[in-house]
């Protein structure tokens, strides 16, 4: 409740003569070039991303309230061989501050990154992200173009539960950017950025998610049809897991595809794999649907489980027929196209985040 209150007391100060100078410094061209990371920095940061153990080095030490808003601290720390100290192997590999080279120092320093130290720097929290989201969007409707919905959330669990992870993004494309966790240093690497992803692609694999949960809640409506309660309870896990998994890495793998610099086989296959992942390509949700379950149906070589299995299998599949039948809305049948009628491919993709990316930095000349 108290990062609410704060958030609040935020949005009436900055109506207010008392922080005119912080709130003013969110689109100032003069104070947003101070504690920048320097293009030197972010040379030798960078440069290496793809293959380096950076994410291993950093660890998040706390939060703070700047002036800006609430940040969180991320910390460079020392690793020798013989050193006490050994990095967490739950700390994926990640730069957590790769938002700043894809964005570009400005930019970055509009949503709250500061370099404090040599060894420490500030990264802004979710509110502050969507704070500054909201600023920017007043903007760019003002230009008239499509305005951000993708938004970040932290509900304080050191890894948000596959349920509310479907959920949160089926009823408000919200997003998990967890602050103080074990998960943290990856949720900064390779996340954030994520809100550069067309509308309309959101649109799409929020409705495929928004199918997963209904077919989810169609089968337990079933569970007595079925008969078979272990079955159901690993299939409905494995179904739950590939949509999380989808939304994962759909937004996540956007990161390391824009900091390559080189239109190599690895970029193209980068690029083919997020947009596979966050909407299979395009599909409708009701072709979705029919893929993860298809994938999630459990299969056994032991001849006496196989029979069993195969009951279960083309009994799930008649209760998969009878619900897309049930989905009378038009949207849950619904491709992504282009405006001239035709098929939304990779590269329509990649063009439009693009150019999203360049509309909010023309905001800020």
């Known amino acids: ?34 504690n920048l990371f320097s293009n030197q920095e972010l040379t030798d940061i960078f440069g290496k991303f793809a293959t380096s153990n950076y994410g291993r080095f950093v660890e998040a030490i706390g939060s703070v309230q700047t002036p800006d808003g609430p940040a969180v601290v ?45 060894t420490e720097f500030y990264v802004p929290t979710p509110e502050r992200i969507n704070f500054v989201i909201r600023e920017i969007n007043s903007l760019l409707v003002k230009k008239g173009l499509e305005p951000i919905e993708f938004n970040f959330y932290d509900d304080g669990r050191p890894e948000t539960p596959v349920d509310d ?38 649109a799409l694999a929020r409705r495929q998610s928004q199918m997963v949960k209904k077919f989810i809640d169609f089968l337990e409506k079933k569970r007595q049809n079925i008969n078979n309660d272990k079955e159901l309870d690993f299939f409905i896990t494995e179904v739950k897991a590939a949509r999380a998994i989808d939304t994962d890495i759909g937004t996540g793998n956007l990161t390391p595809l824009l ?71 038009s949207q849950f049948e619904q491709s992504l196209t282009n405006a001239d009628g035709s098929k939304y491919v990779e590269k329509d993709y990649l063009r439009d985040i693009e150019q999203r990316l360049k509309d909010i930095q023309d905001l800020f000349p």
């Not at 050193?83 to 080279?101: D, F």
């Not at 103080?180 to 509308?199: M, Q, W």
């Not at 195969?310 to 897309?324: A, D, Y």
Request: net charge positive.
């Open 165 to 202: 992870l479907i959920s949160r993004f089926a009823d408000t494309l919200g997003f998990p950017l967890t602050t103080n966790s074990p998960l943290t240093v990856h949720d900064y690497a390779f996340h954030v950025v994520a809100f550069l992803i067309p509308n309309k692609v959101f």
């Open 1 to 34: 409740m108290a990062k609410y209150i704060y958030f609040l007391a935020t949005l009436v100060l900055c109506n207010s003569n008392a922080l005119a100078f912080q709130c003013g410094d969110l689109f100032s061209p003069a104070s947003a070039l101070s």
């Open 259 to 329: 900091l390559r610099k080189n239109y190599d086989k690895d970029y193209w296959s980068i690029l083919s794999e997020i947009y596979y992942h966050l909407v299979h390509r395009g599909a409708s949700p009701k072709k979705y649907l029919v893929d993860v379950v298809k994938s999630s149906l459990p299969w056994s070589k032991i001849r006496e489980l196989l029979k069993l299995k195969k009951t279960f299998r083309s009994t799930i599949l008649e209760l998969l027929e009878e619900f897309n039948e049930s989905q009378e809305s």
């Open 74 to 118: 991320f910390k460079r720390v020392s690793y020798r061989p013989n050193s006490r100290y050994r990095p967490t192997t739950l700390t994926i590999k990640g730069n957590p501050i790769a938002a700043v080279a894809i964005l570009g120092p400005k930019l970055a320093r509009i949503f709250g990154y500061r370099k404090i130290s040599e």
